[in-house]
């Protein structure tokens, strides 16, 4: 599992312990991050929090629900960072998060992969991801 996270800004903190941008360094547009994100990973979940520990209930359904297929599961904390925020939403059209993307594709919120799970969709929909997990392991 893959994710990223750091500790928010806080106005009180001294210049040389504020957490840096982890993003400025890698020479890419936060826009071009979403889209390599999306790309490079199976099934990207942009959330509040981390799988570990989510920090809303959404997010939390969402990784419940994802965790039933034991599927690679990559994952950013838009809490972290307002402008990766603003880019997941460009780059979705959609207001909300969490936010999931299946190979490459926008699948929406927790609401919505609830109902995929619970109507097969979902299972089908992450067969191969969990079958070439087992081929490379």
């Known amino acids: 599992m893959r994710y990223s996270t750091s500790v928010p800004n806080d106005t009180d903190t001294h210049d040389d312990f504020k957490p840096a941008n982890k993003f400025d360094g890698s020479g890419l547009s936060l826009k071009e ?4 994100d999306v790309k490079d990973n ?3 979940l942009y959330m509040k929090g981390v ?3 989510p920090q809303c209930g959404f997010s939390s359904l969402a990784v419940r629900v994802l965790k039933q297929y034991d599927v690679p599961l990559s994952a950013r904390n838009i809490l972290e960072d307002p402008e990766l925020k ?3 939403k460009a780059f979705s059209h959609w ?15 927790s609401d919505i992969i609830l109902n995929m ?3 097969g969709e979902l299972k089908e929909k992450l067969k191969d991801i969990a079958v070439n997990q087992e081929k490379s392991a």
């Open 95 to 109: 207001p909300t998060f969490p936010q999931i993307f299946i190979k490459g594709e926008f699948i929406g919120g």
């Open 51 to 53: 799988p570990e520990v």
């Open 33 to 36: 991050l979403v889209e390599q």
């Open 86 to 88: 603003t880019a997941v």
């Open 42 to 44: 199976p099934v990207m």
């Open 117 to 119: 799970h619970q109507s």
